[in-house]
């Protein structure tokens, strides 16, 4: 009995390393976060292959059935900074269990909806809330696992979305031919319950570095050879400074202020060293609240980022670029049906996207470390090759015209959602400085995007009948992100101008008025060295 709870309690124990493993337990974190990127964003982007049939038992439109991946999306983006607090408070492996539970609750119960409001809750709430509580925690804990692998491995695990949809979307679209589509939810939200055991591998991480040799033992310390070294020592000033019998008032200042600045080092040294002899005490709980509460806590959302005109522009082109992230995958079987190819063929539609989804996503990471160009110039260029992409769905009416498109549109979206967000990193948009605060705030407005992207794209199938309608609402919306994207470094390039104009008119007028208030002074120093001189000190003869 003593054995199995030692075991557990390792089990449970946070791993402790001298510094950063890059790899070791962080292998099995970054298998977990693959597993996570299936069940998530992947269930996500397959969710298509049941549009057709909650059209048809539940007698709804286009419009109201892509409601429940909107809400699931702008549910998982925009309670971001709830899935941070409850990290930070509870650790990460209870959380993304918590979300496991949440995922697998609420998919399994959507299978026993009888109506689209009722999916609303259970999928677009209940499980969108789950997909956030696993996602966030599970890439932020990998990110502590690795340094110098840490690109590398992110991208790679990453690619589980991509897998879901290449192996995923014809497995369940069979399964749900032969049992129907409620019953293929309930194995879905079964193989997501896996998820809990992923987040159960995320043993936290803490880094000791090894104590370093003290200081004393290193080099003796050497012994002031004189009176004068000594005061040296002491005060920190040069021998050349000793008082020589003649004096200005400048002088008697600046020696002045260095005796004051030598007492207050002296009486912080004395300080130090009382502390040192003093006995360690226990550090209690509220010792430790008192010292956290000294230390300035970053804010979980600073929107004072909205006041920079460069990540105005560049989150403008985040809420017009993510129009075009979902949509797609969810029209287009139903693009491919309508245009002749059968519903079995349609759904490898979805895989070419996936794995030219995967190839784009590591051609990006590849050119952006070659850099030919600015970072922000190479993610622009790909932005725009997606807008003609998605306007040649429309136009496409065979196979092999529509799956040479969804290898375009994968590849394309591959290199932008794999980019967009470390762009923010970037000295041409935020700065690595603001980056943790800028990442909140553009999510949320992303999830806004989500939100309305799916409804407009069905709202728009409807009234024209057309599911080409869809894929030119997605297009339109990469235009527009493309235009203010293009905008980013000619407003950080204006506003740096306007601040060094400022910087510049600044430091003129204050080297005029210092110039001003110079000049009197000199001469009163002036005068004044020339009074105390040794000459004029000497009394008058009777």
Not at 12 to 20: D, I
């Amino acid at each position: 009995m003593t054995g199995k709870m030692s075991a557990l309690k390792g089990c449970m124990s946070p791993n402790v390393y001298a510094e950063v493993p890059d790899g070791g337990w962080g292998w099995l974190v970054a298998a977990a976060f693959f597993f996570v990127e299936v069940f998530t964003y992947g269930i996500i982007k397959i969710f298509g292959i049941f549009l057709q049939d909650l059209m048809t038992d539940f007698n709804e439109t286009n419009s109201r059935v892509s409601w429940v991946v909107s809400i699931c999306v702008f549910v998982m983006a925009f309670t971001a900074p709830l899935s941070t607090v409850m990290s930070n408070r509870f650790g990460y492996r209870p959380v993304v269990m918590l979300g496991g539970l949440l995922i697998s609750l609420g998919t399994i119960t959507t299978a026993f909806t009888n109506s689209i409001i009722e999916m609303y809750f259970t999928m677009g709430i209940v499980a969108g809330l789950g997909y956030c509580l696993t996602f966030l925690p599970t890439v932020t804990i990998l990110s502590q696992y690795f340094s110098k692998r840490r690109s590398l491995v992110t991208s790679i695990a990453s690619t589980g979305e991509c897998f879901s949809l290449v192996a995923l979307a014809p497995a369940m679209n069979a399964l749900k031919e032969q049992i129907g589509w409620r019953k293929c939810l309930i194995v879905i939200g079964v193989m997501q319950a896996s998820v809990i055991v992923c987040g159960a591998l995320l043993k936290p991480i803490v880094i000791k570095p090894k104590p370093a040799a003290p200081e004393g033992s290193t080099a003796p310390l050497k012994e002031p050879e004189s009176k004068y070294d000594l005061e040296n020592e002491i005060t920190c000033t040069s021998i050349g400074s000793v008082d020589s019998g003649v004096q200005s008032v400048t002088s008697s200042q600046i020696n002045l202020s260095e005796g004051q600045e030598s007492t207050e080092k002296e009486k912080k040294a004395l300080k130090e060293k009382e502390e040192e002899e003093q006995p360690a005490l226990p550090e209690t709980p509220l010792k430790r609240d008192q010292e956290d509460s000294n230390v300035s806590r970053p804010k979980l959302l600073d929107f004072s980022v909205l006041r920079d005109a460069s990540f105005k522009c560049y989150a403008l082109f985040g809420l017009f670029a993510t129009l075009g992230f979902f949509a797609p995958q969810l029209y287009i079987i139903e693009l491919s049906v309508s245009r002749g190819v059968s519903r079995d063929s349609a759904t490898y539609m979805l895989s070419a996207m996936a794995v030219a989804e995967i190839a784009g996503r590591l051609s990006m990471g590849w050119v952006l470390n070659r850099r030919p160009i600015s970072k922000i110039y190479i993610l622009l260029i790909c932005t725009v090759l997606l807008c003609p992409v998605l306007v040649i769905f429309t136009f496409v009416s065979e196979f092999w015209g529509l799956m040479s498109c969804s290898c375009f549109y994968g590849f394309l979206l591959g290199t932008v959602a794999s980019s967009h967000i470390p762009m923010l990193a970037e000295d041409d948009v935020i700065g690595i400085q603001r980056m943790s605060s800028a990442v909140g705030v553009y999510v949320c407005i992303q999830s806004f995007a989500g939100l309305a992207g799916p409804p407009l794209g069905g709202f728009l199938v409807d009234r024209t009948d057309n599911y080409g309608s869809a894929f030119y609402s997605c297009a339109a919306g990469m235009g527009v992100g493309a235009l203010f994207l293009g905008l980013v470094r000619p407003a950080k390039s204006g506003l740096c101008l306007r601040r060094r104009r400022k910087d510049q008119q600044t430091t003129d007028r204050d080297s005029s008025s210092q110039g001003s208030d110079d000049g009197p002074a000199d001469f009163v120093e002036m005068d004044m060295e020339i009074d105390s001189s040794p000459a004029k000190s000497k009394p008058w003869p009777v």
